[in-house]
């Protein structure tokens, strides 16, 4: 622990009157955001810069990204992301080699930076159900136990 982090220790403890403050975790936030020229790049980068706790800011215009690292947290990112009147959303694509079916209905987007799909969420497949008719009729007319069941089997 060292001897800076226990004395900071037997401070907070000794300090117990006063509320605690929850300390931020150090984060990093990816979005995609629209731009379309140096204004727009400018526009979002002055505006994610002046949210508090920021160490960060870089833009990738070409894929329409932005990587926000610091003491944030992603909606107040995302909520300053949209003010500045841009579409916004949190970065829907993962790398390719992450996925198990990357190239699933689901995950396959022709939208994506080359090397990236769509995060999906497996516990929630968006793909077809399958259904089962299950009329003893059809079930028994092929069973081997029917000796007048098909004759070409």
Aim: a positive charge; proline letters at 6%.
């Amino acid at each position: 622990m060292g001897l800076g982090g226990t004395l900071e220790y037997i401070s907070d403890i000794m300090s117990s009157d006063k509320p605690k403050k929850k300390k931020k975790q150090f984060n990093t936030v990816e979005l995609k955001v629209r731009m379309d020229c140096d204004g727009c790049e400018l526009k979002v980068k002055k505006a994610l810069s002046s949210l508090s706790g920021v160490k960060s800011v870089e833009i990738n215009r070409k894929q329409q990204k932005v990587t926000v690292t610091g003491y944030v947290e992603a909606n107040k990112v995302l909520k300053k992301a949209k003010s500045t009147g841009k579409k916004a959303e949190i970065w829907p694509y993962v790398p390719y080699n992450l996925v198990s079916q990357p190239y699933a209905a689901a995950a396959y987007d022709k939208k994506a930076p080359p090397g990236y799909v769509r995060r999906v969420d497996h516990n929630n497949p968006t793909t077809g159900t399958v259904a089962r008719y299950e009329d003893p009729a059809y079930i028994n007319m092929f069973s081997d136990d029917n000796p007048n069941a098909c004759s070409i089997m």
